[in-house]
């Protein structure tokens, strides 16, 4: 399904994803993050062909190796002293990283090196065979160029290097070893021929890849969107706080919860109706979202008119100017609203929780606490911001309690 053909790309603005599609990737390569989320989809989706190609080549270069056992001269044994010491211990290695459970973090750095490796190798080899008189071998190198773009696993510029790579060596030996001009010309155009094609299919199907892969990952973006604010839903929020909670453990961090909550919401649809509150919420939650300036930070709309606003790494005095800074940057929307009686314009009432996670307390905790604030606001005559309570403890079952 094309994504694209169907979807105004336009409101996933600090969509990753969105931003791919509409560059269109001309070189097949993302941003660094991106292209290292794609790698790990790309070797997942390979893993069979590429374990199929590995025992595949590791059986061949161990056939090869007994076949110049049996073969007298200066040449095979030379050969032969290169597939053992080189090639095989390679292939046994690709074959050994392609079915360990360390396949996503080893085998494609291992890849990088060791197909490249074994293509100057068999290039080398072959040549000293096709200058011996075995001129047939020489079919296995096509045979080996067009796998190492489809078998591989390797991205496009990866196998297009290690194809490069293989031509050059075995163009160079053939020449070393005094091999005519016309057949070095012919041997190498033959090979680079067979690459251009097999690169000419693969950037095709790569780009196919990399096209599904940003597809898939807006399709999920989509489904943690709220439709109405642009902002993450609440499922989303409660599937990511829990995550950064985790790191704020692991980092000794503290953490704000803001619980926002537009004042008088009912009585401004009431008067202005309902497509009128949508217009304003959506407008409010821009002001939410550009508080959420840094890569961990969470906006989303919690549910209604409530929005929730998860920090990473911050201090009390930051979090309160920040919450404060929110509160008159909706207020400064000056979306009017003649029924409220708290002021001219559309208000929001803000409750903060800052908590420094540690075992034994709880996300849910943390986000009951703003919740708590959050009602101190409302009775404190809205359109002001309230801190959690200092007195206040979080304990594991996510309620609180007044320490002793």
């Not at 898939?216 to 929020?237: I, P, V, Y």
Request: contains cysteine; proline residues 3%; hydrophobic residues 45%.
């Amino acid at each position: 399904m094309q994504i694209r053909a169907l979807l105004d790309l336009e409101p996933f603005s600090n969509s990753p994803y969105a931003n791919e599609l509409r560059r269109d990737f001309p070189d097949l390569r993302f941003s660094a993050a991106l292209e290292k989320d794609f790698q790990a989809f790309q070797l997942d989706r390979v893993r069979s062909r590429v374990r199929f190609f590995q025992i595949a080549t590791c059986l061949l270069c161990l056939a090869v190796a007994a076949h110049l056992l049996f073969l007298d001269g200066i040449a095979a044994r030379d050969v032969l002293t290169g597939w053992l010491g080189v090639a095989i211990p390679a292939s046994l290695f690709l074959v050994w990283a392609s079915w360990s459970r360390f396949y996503e973090r080893l085998y494609l750095p291992t890849a990088r090196v060791a197909l490249p490796l074994l293509g100057i190798v068999a290039a080398v080899g072959i040549a000293g065979r096709m200058f011996a008189g075995y001129p047939d071998l020489f079919y296995f190198l096509t045979s080996y160029s067009i796998a190492l773009f489809f078998l591989g696993g390797q991205r496009f510029r990866e196998s297009l290097l290690a194809n490069a790579l293989m031509i050059l060596a075995h163009g160079v030996t053939l020449a070393y070893m005094g091999e005519s001009p016309q057949s070095v010309l012919y041997y190498v155009s033959v090979l680079t021929i067979t690459a251009a094609v097999g690169a000419f299919v693969y950037a095709g199907v790569e780009r196919e890849l990399r096209t599904l892969f940003l597809e898939r990952g807006l399709m999920s973006e989509m489904a943690a969107r709220d439709g109405l604010t642009g902002l993450k839903n609440r499922g989303a929020f409660e599937d990511q706080f829990p995550r950064m909670w985790q790191q704020g453990v692991r980092d000794r961090r503290s953490l704000a919860v803001l619980l926002i909550d537009v004042d008088h919401f009912k009585a401004y649809n009431d008067c202005y109706g309902h497509q009128a509150g949508d217009h304003a919420l959506r407008r409010v939650a821009q002001v939410v979202q550009n508080f959420a300036r840094r890569p961990l930070d969470i906006a989303a709309r919690y549910g209604g008119e409530e929005f929730v606003l998860a920090l990473f790494d911050v201090t009390g005095e930051y979090v309160q100017e920040l919450a404060e800074e929110l509160r008159k940057a909706i207020l400064a929307l000056e979306i009017t609203h003649e029924e409220s009686p708290t002021a001219r314009y559309v208000t929001a009432s803000v409750g903060i929780c800052i908590v420094r996670p540690k075992v034994g307390r709880s996300p849910e905790g943390a986000v009951q606490l703003a919740d708590e604030s959050l009602y101190s606001a409302k009775r404190s005559g809205r359109n002001c911001v309230k801190l959690a309570d200092s007195d206040y403890a979080l304990v594991t079952t996510g309620s609180f309690r007044r320490r002793a």
